[in-house]
């Protein structure tokens, strides 16, 4: 096997395995933001405040506790944030694949 076709390989192997973290991580953060919405909704619990005031404090209090358990964060905003993991990954396949 030549040099070439090494470096190609550990590209192709290092895309595969990059797609197979990516499938098996969706699932698992889907998972864990349905179990973060049910601990918000455990801890704040859905009773109706008497007055405009009090809705804004719960609503408020809401944001605060679902921005610290990670709820309000998509699935695609986690993956965005996963993109410089995969940088190495593209300036790899930029220099070992031939033009």
């Known amino acids: 096997m030549n040099p070439s ?9 290092g895309g595969a395995g990059a797609t197979a ?7 698992a ?18 009773g109706r405040p008497a007055d405009l005031a009090g809705l804004v404090g719960r609503l408020e209090q809401r944001a605060k506790l679902e ?18 993991v995969l940088a190495p990954l593209v300036a790899a396949a ?5 033009k």
């Open 5 to 13: 076709q090494s470096r190609e390989l550990v590209v192709v192997f």
């Open 21 to 27: 973290v990516g499938l098996l991580y969706a699932p």
């Open 67 to 84: 921005q610290h358990v990670g709820v309000d964060r998509t699935l695609f905003g986690d993956l965005q944030a996963a993109v410089p």
């Open 29 to 46: 953060a889907v998972a864990v933001r349905a179990h973060g919405e049910r601990l918000v909704d455990a801890i704040l619990g859905t």
């Open 94 to 98: 930029a220099v070992f694949l031939p």
